[in-house]
């Protein structure tokens, strides 16, 4: 992993993901979140602060040290356990059948093979254990899908592999999960790299 990825981007990440309506957002995802989570993309920890009181510990998996190195506060600050499970969304160094619930904010988007991803998440969910996603991804307006295929060769180049145009609830229900809850809306920013889809999946 080269040196923007590794260090810059994480920082760079952790500024641009935060502030009133992401942090909400994050509030959002991690509501009813219980027991020992798992959490892909756990970046710099930015979510630790929402976590509810229910929540025992926490399977983290960031591939970017810099990312979990600005994460060393929060997680000592934070009343539950944090424990790093790996560095791959795509190869989760847990156990089948081991987490109560998984969560996932603007991170499917970023890993390469997110079918994978979701198939390790669907791994190691207990039975009933509940996927919390927020993430952007393709618009159903025409003209800013359009703008999304432009432009997301540049994204990708600039946040390390970030892509704009993935149908974030199809991949879910693809990857074998129920969707019980979903949103979708714009952010404020551009438009095409601000829509979101936000809910919480089931496996049965
Ligand atoms: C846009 S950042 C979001 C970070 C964090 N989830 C947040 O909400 O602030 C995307 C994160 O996904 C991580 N990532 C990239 N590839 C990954 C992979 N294969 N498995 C797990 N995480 C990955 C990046 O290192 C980065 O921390």
């Not at 920890?45 to 060393?72: D, K, T, Y």
């Not at 991803?117 to 669907?122: D, F, K, S, T």
Request: net charge neutral; aromatic share 8%.
């Amino acid at each position: 992993m080269g040196l923007w990825r590794e260090r810059f981007l994480p920082w760079l990440v952790d500024k641009g993901l935060s502030g009133d309506e992401h942090e909400a957002l994050r509030a959002k995802a991690a509501a009813g979140l219980e027991g020992r989570v798992l959490e892909i993309g756990f970046g710099s920890g930015r979510n630790l602060a929402h976590l509810p009181e229910g929540v025992e510990r926490v399977e983290a998996v960031e591939p970017a040290s810099g990312g979990r190195r600005i994460a060393a506060e929060r997680i000592a600050a934070c009343p539950a356990e944090v424990r790093f499970a790996g560095e791959s969304a795509e190869a989760v160094d847990l156990p089948d059948d081991s987490v109560d619930a998984a969560l996932s904010t603007w991170t499917l988007c970023s890993v390469p093979d997110p079918a994978r991803g979701l198939a390790e998440i669907r791994r190691v969910l207990k039975p009933g254990g509940r996927f919390h996603f927020l993430d952007h991804g393709l618009s159903p307006d025409p003209k800013v899908a359009r703008w999304q295929r432009r432009l997301e060769p540049l994204q990708k180049l600039a946040f390390g592999g970030c892509r704009v145009q993935l149908p974030i609830d199809r991949l879910i229900v693809d990857a074998g999960f129920h969707v019980e809850q979903l949103e979708t809306f714009y952010m404020k920013g551009p438009k095409f790299s601000c829509f979101m889809y936000s809910g919480v999946a089931r496996i049965d």
